[in-house]
């Protein structure tokens, strides 16, 4: 008997990746500064795509796949575990992570529309009230740190590459929702995936001239291996299921929870301190959340 999760109901599935990339926010901060951020990708990546793949073979899933499947895979891999992610960490270098959390929220509209173009998936009207009110409760929690951005001569860089992270990301979510509907399985096609991002990290790394360094410190070191196990295999493997099983609409608004708990975390570990105005993006952002989790779910096109 195969396990995985596909065992695991969907609001356990959507908690998961909540609590998982909540955390990673900070955890990135550790990947900065040494190493380039693309060679970071590339480690995270790397690593995650060996374990996922020891992981398939040790539980009886097969790695093999066509020709036709790897090109997508490839695509998924470029997309969602690539580019993306090295847009993530070289936003970060330019502007605060909350004013990238911001930015990134807005893949509560990306990816339905995205899955309407490539599929015909209707949008409706409760996802779209939802994705505003979750925007913009995400934005009043910012709102100290998107107000300190605007004299920085880095803030066009930096949300320039926070746009084009979520805009690869979207992308990436179709592709992912494709490979669902030819019958490929979460588990060995985010192994390959993971695979190919790192591919497409290095090649980036390489393209940039950055240099392979490797931090040796305990920070980086700890943080690389809770990145590629936890905010990677685990995290991913809960993703692209619920994906796959409630659709993209309510599946997209982990990119609303997840910047509401890093904040609460931020609390314990950075010393954050609330105001009324946080308090009410909070108040917005859940209700965002219950307003688009509260539709009806479509039904998975695919077995994961």
Avoid at 246 to 270: K, R
Wanted: charged share 10%.
């Amino acid at each position: 008997m195969t396990t995985g999760p596909r065992a695991i109901g969907a609001p356990a599935l959507f908690a998961a990746c909540t609590l998982i990339w909540g955390s990673t926010w900070l955890a990135i901060k550790f990947q900065l500064g040494t190493v380039a951020p693309g060679v970071s990708v590339a480690y995270r990546f790397a690593l995650a795509a060996a374990l996922l793949a020891a992981w398939c073979l040790a539980t009886g899933r097969s790695l093999a796949f066509p020709r036709r499947t790897h090109a997508w895979l490839a695509a998924q891999g470029l997309t969602m575990f690539g580019l993306n992610y090295v847009a993530v960490y070289e936003a970060e270098r330019h502007v605060a992570s909350g004013l990238v959390a911001v930015v990134f929220s807005t893949i509560v509209f990306m990816t339905p529309f995205g899955a309407r173009l490539a599929f015909g998936m209707p949008v409706t009207a409760r996802t779209l009230v939802g994705a505003v009110l979750g925007v913009t409760g995400v934005a009043l929690l910012f709102l100290p740190e998107v107000d300190l951005s605007r004299g920085d001569p880095a803030l066009a860089i930096g949300v320039a590459w926070a746009f084009a992270a979520t805009t690869i990301a979207a992308v990436g979510n179709v592709v992912s929702m494709r490979l669902q509907r030819d019958g490929v399985e979460v588990l060995p096609g985010a192994a390959w995936g993971m695979a190919y991002g790192a591919l497409v990290a290095a090649a980036a790394a390489v393209l940039r001239g950055d240099a392979w360094a490797f931090d040796a410190r305990l920070p980086y070191v700890a943080s690389l291996v809770y990145l590629a196990v936890v905010g990677s295999v685990a995290a991913f493997a809960a993703y692209l299921t619920l994906l796959a099983r409630v659709g993209p609409g309510p599946t997209s608004f982990i990119g609303i929870a997840t910047p509401v708990l890093a904040m609460l975390l931020s609390t314990f570990f950075e010393s954050y301190r609330w105001t009324w105005i946080a308090v009410a993006g909070v108040a917005l952002a859940v209700a965002g959340n219950a307003i688009a989790l509260a539709a009806r779910r479509p039904r998975a096109a695919t077995r994961t």
